[in-house]
């Protein structure tokens, strides 16, 4: 597609569910990465991937949160026993390579945990 | 670690006004700076960047010049319009791959 895709754009799930967020990102961009923004906060890192590999997982809160690449073009990041403090907008960019500083963001998934 | 302050909004203005959102940062050796923008319903998209201390970036009338001496780079525009209501992010790279963010900063522009 044109520009960075994900999905679903709203997910509503009760607390101790798993879910999985999907990212699709710009076709032939070797570089992506996962941010969170919670009301009032910034934009918080989660993890970066270099094709399938992630040389950053720095940002990812807790065992809860994992996140894979494959294929060097679909993401997945997963929270696993979702808590409400999890409930946040949940934005994939991508960028052309390692370098690149121009990133292109999604729409982003908003999630909220009852 | 590396970090970027922004003022706190809402910033409301009325049309032709002049913006100033400052931004400070810290970081270990010569980041990259950004300010990146995002419109009611849309991702975020850069706005204009800065690579080296003296650095003008320059997109749709905003400015923001890289200030190594006081850490800033602080974004203006000297007549806004209600199109540029928006959420302002300041950002860095620095020694690593990922771009720190601000917390935001929301512009509302009136007629």
């Known amino acids: 597609g044109a520009g960075v895709s994900q999905s679903p754009s709203n997910k509503v799930t009760e607390k101790g569910k798993d879910v999985e967020l999907r990212c699709d990102p710009i076709?032939?961009?070797?570089?992506l990465y996962w941010y969170r923004q919670s009301l009032g906060q910034g934009l918080e890192f989660l993890i970066y991937?270099?094709?399938?590999?992630?040389?950053?997982k720095s940002g990812l809160p807790s065992d809860r949160f994992s996140a894979e690449r494959t294929g060097g073009s679909v993401s997945t990041l997963t929270i696993q026993r979702t808590q409400q403090e999890d409930s946040a907008v949940y934005l994939c960019?991508?960028?052309?390579?390692?370098?690149?500083?121009?990133?292109?963001f999604g729409s982003g998934t908003q999630l909220s945990v009852l | 670690g590396d970090s970027v302050t922004q003022m706190e909004g809402p910033v409301t203005l009325s049309e032709e006004a002049c913006l100033t959102i400052n931004c400070t940062y810290t970081a270990t050796g010569y980041p990259s700076l950004f300010w990146y923008v995002q419109y009611p319903g849309e991702g975020l998209q850069l706005l204009l960047k800065?690579?080296?201390?003296?650095d003008k970036g320059s997109n749709k009338g905003f400015e923001a010049t890289y200030r190594k001496e006081t850490t800033s780079f602080h974004l203006e525009k000297g007549s806004v319009q209600v199109s540029d209501s928006a959420v302002y992010f300041c950002a860095l790279r620095g020694s690593g791959d990922k771009l720190t963010f601000g917390t935001g900063t929301r512009l509302a522009v009136r007629p």
């Open positions: 076709s032939g961009h070797t570089a």
């Open positions: 991937f270099q094709g399938n590999s992630a040389p950053d």
């Open positions: 960019a991508s960028s052309l390579g390692q370098w690149d500083e121009k990133l292109f």
């Open positions: 800065a690579t080296k201390a003296d």
